[in-house]
């Protein structure tokens, strides 16, 4: 990794409660917080803004969104109150163009993105940014618009994309069965297997990821494995490519994390 260069990782979010617990996934976040280098800024990308059209947050504040429900009262009185970069938010749209990024006033920081920042950086010290996700678009365009944003890395940008390689909520086994399907076990290791693919986005097994045997079932709407593309997008040819945790709770949630440099 270049000395300027900052990392980029897809983080395996899971469930809210991990804002409130301790275990193996929210240690290799804080780990994550506490070896990387300290980032001048971060650009989130969360699954949990799933757009028409393509937007990033310009507020000074951004407020913080508990876009859940059913949870205990302490997680939504946790907030995360990092403060936003109109300036970056305007770099963003000028680096995206010529896709047109509107300047959001009003989103904040859903769940997706504080949900693992407050465990990285449980200051809040650091500015933030979020960018939509436009689901008109294909596996292949986000996959670009990655390669877009990696100038930002060079630029002391930490690039954090969050959500789920897989992540089918209608088959999950509550009541602490964590028998997971076979369809899961397979996309799973099909995705850490394709992670170093050198290639273009037609020939890229990952944003291709629909032709694999286990994919309508492991995304059955595509919003959580998206970011990963994002992630993947980034990554110059010199760059190692490493998992830090990796497992899959409930049966059917992947909590596989990916950093690039």
Known sequence: MSPLRMPALFLGHGSPMNVLEENRYTE???KAGQILPRPRAILV???????????????????TIHDFGGFPQALFDTHYRAPGSPALA???AEILM?????????????????????KMYPDADIPVVQLSIDATQPAAWHFELGRKLAVLREQGVMIIASGNVVHNLRRVRWGGDNDIYPWATK????VRENLAFQGE???HPLVNF?????????????EHYLPLLYILGTRQADEAISIPVDGIELGT?????????
Do not use: C, K
């Not at 990308?45 to 407020?63: C, D, F, K, L, Q």
């Not at 996309?187 to 099909?190: A, D, K, T």
């Not at 992947?254 to 690039?260: A, I, K, N, P």
């Open 210 to 222: 629909m032709q694999h045997e286990g994919a309508a079932l492991s995304n059955p709407t595509p």
């Open 28 to 30: 290799a976040w804080r």
């Open 90 to 92: 305007q770099q963003i």
């Open 98 to 118: 010529p896709v047109p990024v509107q300047l959001d006033m009003d989103w904040g920081f859903d769940h997706g993105s504080w949900g693992v920042l407050n």
């Open 201 to 203: 986005a037609d020939t």
């Open 45 to 63: 990308i969360s699954a949990h803004w799933y757009t028409r059209g393509t937007a990033v947050t310009a507020m000074e504040n951004p407020r």
């Open 187 to 190: 996309f799973n290791q099909f």
């Open 253 to 261: 949630i992947s909590m596989l994390s990916v950093q690039v440099g």
